[in-house]
Each structure stands twice: as structure tokens, then as C-alpha cells.
């Protein structure tokens, strides 16, 4: 599918790329304003959802590299409006580790929607929606 030509959603898919190869520290800070807050709705496996600042941005990066061993992201759909973009993506992920009673090697999948707010240029807010499919 040939995503719009928007600089929010260009950036956005740059965004998701540097994620799938697990960047971390300024490589991926560089896709973030400095006050940048990212909300994980509740899902499966964050069933209390999450609230991150760049920090915990940036060590929850840190704490994926350690969990997933490979990452992929199929951006399906993308929207743009103003300084907001809300992207449909199909997410896989191989576990680097045992994560409670899947085995390594196990691939996680998601759908998710997320919505990205941009400020200055960069990531201000990002709201992800995350479905996991249950393990079969």
C-alpha cells in the first residue's frame, strides 16, 4: 500500500523503522521533543497501561532490546491531519527470553493503532492501542 506523502507520517514511518532495529539512546531520542509524553493503553501484557516521559521512553527501548530479539512493524494504514497522524500497524516480535509461560523464540502479534502528535518537528505525545493475539 503507498502510505500519504505528509512529513508527520514520512517521520512517523521513520520513527517505527528506527524502533524495529531496536535503536536506542540519541538515535531514537532524535525522534522526540524534549517533553514528550508516549501513553500505552491497557492491553495484554501491560494490563494497567503505561505512562512514559522521554526517559522512560528511551529506557523502555532499552528494556525491548533485552526482551525481543527481532521486531517488525507493517504500517497498514496512515492518516494525517495538522501536527497529528494515526497510523493502523501490524506488529511481530520474537522473544529474546522466556515472558511468563512463552518459551524464546515465541512471536508475539499486535494490532495497533497509534496516534502521534507532533510539536516543533518532533514526537510531542503518542497514544498506541495495542491488541495482542493470544498465543495458539
Known amino acids: 500500500m503507498e502510505l500519504p506523502r505528509h512529513p508527520h507520517v514520512d517521520l512517523a514511518v521513520r520513527y517505527h523503522r528506527a524502533v524495529a532495529r531496536r535503536a536506542t539512546g540519541a538515535e531514537l531520542a532524535q525522534f522526540f521533543h524534549v517533553d514528550a509524553v508516549h501513553r500505552e493503553l491497557p492491553n495484554a501484557l501491560l494490563p494497567g497501561g503505561a505512562v512514559r516521559d522521554l526517559t522512560g ?80
Do not use: M
Open 57 to 136: 521512553i528511551l529506557d523502555a527501548a532499552e528494556r525491548g532490546r533485552k526482551t525481543l530479539s527481532h521486531q517488525h512493524f507493517e504500517i497498514v494504514n496512515a492518516v494525517a491531519a495538522g501536527d497529528q497522524v494515526a497510523l493502523e500497524v501490524v506488529w511481530t516480535g520474537t522473544l529474546a527470553a522466556p515472558l511468563g509461560e512463552l518459551p524464546e523464540g515465541h512471536v508475539l502479534r499486535a494490532h495497533i493503532a497509534t496516534i502521534i502528535e507532533f510539536r516543533d518537528g518532533k514526537i510531542f505525545a503518542q497514544r498506541n492501542y495495542d491488541c495482542y493475539e493470544t498465543a495458539g
